[in-house]
T-cell receptor, first 111, second 114 residues
């Protein structure tokens, strides 16, 4: 089935560092979403992107919809301990299609 | 505002026993509803989705089934659980009539089959 390649699989960083992660696909997507999941909880929507080239921020988080429509990036600036969790990208190929999720990036932050 | 509930939060069941997980949504009408399974804290696998009462689409063949007896109620069931059914089950909703994007997730149910 259709897959999104999300990388890196995991990250161990120091508090205060910036973080970058991305999702890529061989197919074109019309929508990209980024979610964060805390341990034992459901994913929470962070940022939604609807247009190629779109750059959207949510506090210290910034996400971009790649110009080719085959990728998306999430950056976290000045990481803090509460940024710990699993970050998922999700894409939608058409207005009637279901979401396709990446396998997640597990972020660990050392104080 | 909309909220989504899942019950129970955790469940331990023996192999071969039945299963019923419930998901309810408040504050919206005719939502699209989804059941996902997440194994080992990674990756979300879509199991079922529903665009209306009694309308269920299955994404993955398995021994699970879903039902939508009411507009804002989505139930995941099994007649006989397998060990491989263990996992974290997430319910999600999205706005009716629109694209499937912007799904909002419930708190999840942790199922352990022994």
């Amino acid at each position: 089935g259709q897959q999104l390649n999300q990388s890196p699989q995991s990250m161990f960083i120091q508090e205060g560092e910036d973080v970058s992660m991305n999702c890529t696909s061989s197919s074109i997507f019309n929508t990209w979403l980024w979610y964060k999941q805390d341990p034992g909880e459901g994913p929470v929507l962070l940022i939604a992107l609807y247009k190629a080239g779109e750059l959207t921020s949510n506090g210290r988080l910034t996400a971009q919809f790649g110009i080719t429509r085959k990728d998306s990036f999430l950056n976290i600036s000045a990481s803090i301990p509460s940024d710990v969790g699993i970050y998922f990208c999700a894409g939608q190929k058409s207005s009637q299609g279901n979401l396709i999720f990446g396998k997640g990036t597990k972020l660990s932050v050392k104080p | 505002s909309q909220t989504i509930h899942q019950w129970p939060a955790t469940l331990v069941q023996p192999v071969g026993s039945p299963l019923s997980l419930e998901c309810t949504v408040e504050g919206t009408s005719n939502p699209n509803l989804y059941w996902y399974r997440q194994a080992a804290g990674r990756g979300l696998q879509l199991l079922f989705y529903s665009v209306g009462i009694g309308q269920i689409s299955s994404e993955v063949p398995q021994n699970l089934s879903a039902s939508r007896p009411q507009d804002r109620q989505f139930i995941l069931s099994s007649k006989k659980l397998l060990l491989s059914d263990s996992g974290f089950y997430l319910c999600a909703w999205s706005a009716a009539g629109g694209p499937a994007d912007t799904q909002y997730f419930g708190p999840g149910t942790r199922l352990t089959v022994l």
